[in-house]
C-alpha cells in the first residue's frame, strides 16, 4: 500500500523547536512534489510550506515564513520541515503529503489540498508551557 509516514511531532514549549519528517511507503519521494498542512482543533485544514522536486524551490505560508524550513534528503528520501521559535497558534496536526511533478515551480500553485494525491496519517505538534 502507497502512502507517507510522518514522524517528529510531540510536546514543545514556546520558542521550542521541532523538526518533521515525511517519508514514502510503498514509493520513493523522486520526482514528487511535497507540502506540509496542518490542522487544529475546529479549523479547515491550511497549507504550510511546499518544496519541489529535486529541492531547488521552497514557498512558505506567511504565518510560518522565517520560523520554519522545508527541505529534503533524496539520497533518504525524506523530507523534512524544521520549525523554530513555535508558538502555541502552531498548535495542529501536521500532515505531508506529495504528487507527482518535477515542473520546478510546482509549488507557486500548490498551496491547496486538491493538488496534493497522497497524504500521511499526521503527526501532533503541542506548543504549551
Known amino acids: 500500500q502507497l502512502q507517507l509516514v510522518e514522524s517528529g511531532g510531540g510536546l514543545v514549549q514556546p520558542g521550542g523547536s521541532l523538526r518533521l519528517a515525511c517519508a514514502g511507503s510503498?514509493?520513493?519521494?523522486?520526482?514528487?512534489?511535497v507540502g506540509w498542512f496542518r490542522q487544529a482543533p475546529g479549523k479547515e485544514r491550511e497549507w504550510v510550506s511546499c518544496?519541489?522536486?529535486?529541492?531547488?524551490?521552497?514557498k512558505y505560508a506567511r504565518t510560518v515564513k522565517g520560523r520554519f524550513t522545508i527541505s529534503r534528503d533524496n539520497a533518504r528520501d525524506t523530507v523534512y520541515l524544521q520549525m523554530n521559535s513555535l508558538k502555541p497558534d502552531d498548535t495542529a496536526v501536521y500532515y505531508c503529503?506529495?504528487?507527482?511533478?518535477?515542473?520546478?515551480?510546482?509549488?507557486?500553485?500548490?498551496?491547496?489540498?486538491?493538488?496534493?494525491?497522497?497524504w500521511g496519517q499526521g503527526t501532533q505538534v503541542t506548543v504549551s508551557s
Open positions: 510503498g514509493f520513493t519521494l523522486d520526482y514528487y512534489y
Open positions: 518544496i519541489s522536486y529535486p529541492g531547488v524551490k521552497t
Open positions: 503529503a506529495a504528487d507527482r511533478s518535477s515542473f520546478s515551480d510546482v509549488c507557486t500553485d500548490a498551496v491547496d489540498k486538491e493538488r496534493y494525491h497522497w
